[in-house]
C-alpha cells in the first residue's frame, strides 16, 4: 500500500512494551520490541520492530528502548478555569467541618465565583496555562474543561473563551464544556426558577452563538439542580446542539443515571452513589461513566463508584481528575489510577482504558485519540517503567520519559 505523506515521517523504534490499546476492556494486547511510524500528525504503521516499512531518505528515527507507550492520556472531565485557592477549605475539612458547612459559610464553589468574576481572561489564562503544562507531564494530550465558575453570561462566556484561547494555543487539545448549571448563584437563591430561565434563554443561545462549547453539563444533586430543571437545560443545550454531560449521583441516588441514558448523554460523570437501574440503563443507552475516585478520596468519603459492576454491565468506563480548586485539586491523572486499582478493584490494563479508549468514548473522539493504530492521531506517552502495573505501583512519582503530541514531541519542553 503507497502512504500519502502529509509530512515529516518518525519512526519511533525499539519501545520495549507498547500498548496499543486496541482490544476490548480487561484484554490486553502488548507489543514488544516495537515500532511506530508517523507521518505529519497520524499514525501509519504500528507493529514488531523489522516487520513494517522500511527506512526511507529523510526519516527521524528516535530510539526507545527500556520505555513503554501508550497512547496519549485523556482526562475527560476537568474544571481547568478558576482563579484563587481554596486550602483554608482543606484545613477547615481537617477541622472536622463538612462540605455542606463550608458552603453555607460563603466558601465552596460560591467562593471561586467571586475570585473569578473579579479576575481578567489574560490571569485566567496563564493560570489555566500553568495546570496544563503539569498535565502534560503525566502524559495528558487531551482534555475536557468546563466553566462554571461565572455563573453570570459575562463570567461563563470568559471561561469559555479562556479555554478556547488554550485549546488553540496547544499542545493540548481541550473540548469545552459549559457548565452554567454547576450551582445557584447566591444572588438567586431565593428565585432559582429565574437563574434555570437565565442559562436556557440567555447564556445557552450566547454561548451556541459564540460557538464556544461542544456540550452542555448539569449538576444533578440536592442543592444544586433537580431532575426537572437538568431536563430542561439539557434539552435546550441539544437544539442548540451541545451534546449532554452530567455530574449524577455522586452524594445521592437521584435519578441522574437515569436521566444521562434519557437524553442520550456523552457521559454521567461521578456516579458513586448510582442505582442498579442506572447502570442498566445507561449501559443500554451507551453512555460513558466518568469516574472520579479524587473526589471521594479528597472529601474523606467511603464510597467509590462500583466500577466493576459497570464493567461486568457492559458500560464504557472513563477516569477522570475532576481537576478543581475545591473537592479535589490534583492534575495526577496516575495518582488517581492508582486509587482506581485500590479503591475501585480495577485492575491496571482496565485503568489505562479508562484513560484512552474510554475517556475518548466520554469526549465523543474514539475514532481519533485513545489508541495506537493507523490513521489515529501520533499522540504518544512513553514511560521509564517495564510495564504498565508498575506504573500504578510505584505511585505519585513521576515516570513519564516524553510525550508527543500530533507527533510533535512536546515534553519536556526543549531547553
Ligand atoms: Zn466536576
Redesign the pocket.
Known amino acids: 500500500m503507497e502512504i500519502v505523506r502529509t509530512g515529516p515521517r518518525k519512526r519511533f523504534t525499539g519501545i520495549s512494551r507498547l500498548y496499543p490499546m486496541d482490544t476490548a476492556i480487561g484484554t490486553l494486547r502488548v507489543i514488544e520490541d516495537a515500532e511506530i511510524l508517523v507521518e505529519g500528525k497520524h499514525i501509519v504503521w504500528v507493529g514488531k520492530r523489522g516487520e513494517g516499512m522500511g527506512p526511507i531518505e529523510g526519516e527521524e528515527r528516535i530510539e526507545m528502548s527500556g520505555v513503554i507507550c501508550t497512547p496519549g492520556w485523556i482526562d475527560a472531565?476537568t474544571?481547568l478555569i478558576w482563579a484563587g485557592s481554596r486550602q483554608n477549605e482543606f484545613r477547615a475539612r481537617l477541622q472536622g467541618q463538612s462540605y455542606l458547612d463550608i458552603a453555607r459559610a460563603g466558601g465552596g464553589i460560591m467562593s471561586t465565583v467571586r475570585a473569578v468574576r473579579q479576575t481578567d481572561t489574560s490571569k485566567l489564562i496563564a493560570e489555566g496555562r500553568h495546570r496544563l503544562e503539569r498535565m502534560l507531564g503525566y502524559g495528558i494530550t487531551t482534555l475536557e474543561a468546563k466553566s462554571g465558575y461565572g455563573l453570570s453570561t459575562d463570567a461563563e462566556i470568559k471561561i469559555l473563551r479562556a479555554i478556547r484561547a488554550l485549546h488553540e494555543e496547544g499542545p493540548q487539545e481541550i473540548s469545552a464544556t459549559f457548565l452554567g448549571a454547576h450551582t445557584v448563584p447566591t444572588e438567586y437563591k431565593h428565585d432559582r426558577a429565574s437563574y434555570v430561565s437565565l442559562v436556557c434563554e440567555e447564556m445557552l443561545p450566547a454561548v451556541a452563538e459564540a460557538g464556544l462549547a461542544d456540550a452542555c453539563d448539569v449538576f444533578v444533586e440536592e442543592g444544586a439542580f433537580t431532575l426537572q430543571e437538568a431536563r430542561r437545560i439539557l434539552q435546550r443545550g441539544l437544539d442548540l446542539g451541545l451534546q449532554s454531560r452530567l455530574?449524577a449521583d455522586q452524594l445521592s441516588s437521584g435519578g441522574g443515571a437515569e436521566l444521562a441514558a434519557e437524553m442520550g448523554a456523552l457521559s454521567a460523570?461521578h456516579l458513586e452513589e448510582i442505582s442498579p437501574t442506572g447502570i442498566q440503563k445507561m449501559a443500554e443507552a451507551r453512555v460513558t461513566a466518568c469516574l472520579i475516585p479524587g473526589s471521594t478520596f479528597c472529601l474523606r468519603q467511603h464510597r467509590y463508584a462500583p466500577a466493576r459492576a459497570m464493567i461486568d454491565a457492559g458500560m464504557q468506563i472513563a477516569l477522570a481528575t475532576?481537576l478543581?480548586p475545591g473537592t479535589t485539586c490534583s492534575e495526577s491523572l496516575p495518582f488517581l489510577g492508582t486509587l482506581a486499582c485500590l479503591q475501585m478493584g480495577l485492575l491496571p490494563e482496565e485503568v489505562l482504558y479508562a484513560v484512552t479508549v474510554g475517556a475518548a468514548h466520554a469526549l465523543g473522539r474514539a475514532d481519533q485519540i485513545g489508541r495506537i493504530a493507523v490513521g489515529y492521531q501520533a499522540d504518544l506517552a512513553f514511560f521509564a517503567a517495564p510495564d504498565i502495573d508498575y506504573l500504578f505501583y510505584h505511585y505519585a512519582v513521576l515516570h513519564t520519559q516524553s510525550v508527543y503530541k500530533h507527533g510533535r514531541k512536546v515534553w519536556p519542553s526543549s531547553p
Do not use: E, I, L, T
Open positions: 472531565h474544571h455530574h460523570d475532576d478543581n
